[in-house]
């Protein structure tokens, strides 16, 4: 990022510090609130702007946290056991390594492809993976036969699967054997199984969304490190 493209002056500075790669705008509150920001010389307070010549000053805190979280969205292939691979099988971690020890948020099953994120970051667990937070997560899916009227009907306002009724979810007919469906819950194998319910067998699941957090281009077992706006928009989300 450099500045004569993307920044442009006078801006607040919790954006300063969102640009500048050190953290949330909602982090960055945080900091100022802590005193732990400095503009020549005087420490910061919520609301000030920074001028193109202005000296900003962080804290070793501010420095060590962005050193802290790294998130980073995944393409999983087909194979690839997301969480405790067994003997014989491969895990995330063995095909994909970093700096530092990361982690997968959520589960993909091995059969399926797709976004996996993955990250260090604990705080983001529960506020992700908890199904009352109720998060998007976005997949197109390939049948064994021709979608009917009848099987959109049904996807959209729930099937029963065992004792458990899922909730009613948006789902777009791509083609003949083909549909996205938008889930904001995470029952084992839920696709599939609802699939299962209604006579229909799944081919290809791939997991393209996890809420602002897209597939886009990447490629199997490609990644990209999510930041900047898009990683503002996705901490936002979490309420974080």
Known sequence: MTETTKIQYPLRINRYLFLKGYCS???????????????????????????KDDKVEVAKE??????????????????????????????IEDIFKWKVPIYPLGRLDKASEGLMLLSNDGRIVDK????????????????????????????????????????????????????????????????RRMCAALGYQVQNLKRIRIENIKLENLKQRQHRIIKNNELDVFLRLLNM
């Not at 420095?63 to 099988?89: D, F, L």
């Open 25 to 51: 705008r909602r982090k960055a509150d945080k900091f100022i609130e802590n005193k732990l920001v400095k503009i020549n010389g005087r420490i910061a307070v919520l609301g000030d702007k920074i001028k």
């Open 62 to 91: 501010v420095k060590e946290e962005v050193k802290k979280y790294v998130y980073i969205a995944y393409y999983k292939p087909i194979g690839i056991v997301s969480h405790n691979p067994q003997k014989g099988e491969q895990g």
């Open 128 to 191: 992700l993976l908890n199904p009352k937070n109720a998060h998007e997560k976005e997949y197109i899916v390939k049948v064994d036969k021709k979608i009917t009227g009848i099987f959109m009907k049904k996807m959209e306002g729930g099937v029963k699967i065992e004792r458990y009724k899922t909730k009613p979810t948006k789902i777009i007919k791509v083609n003949s054997y083909t549909f996205r469906i938008i889930l904001t819950e995470g029952k084992k194998h839920q696709i």
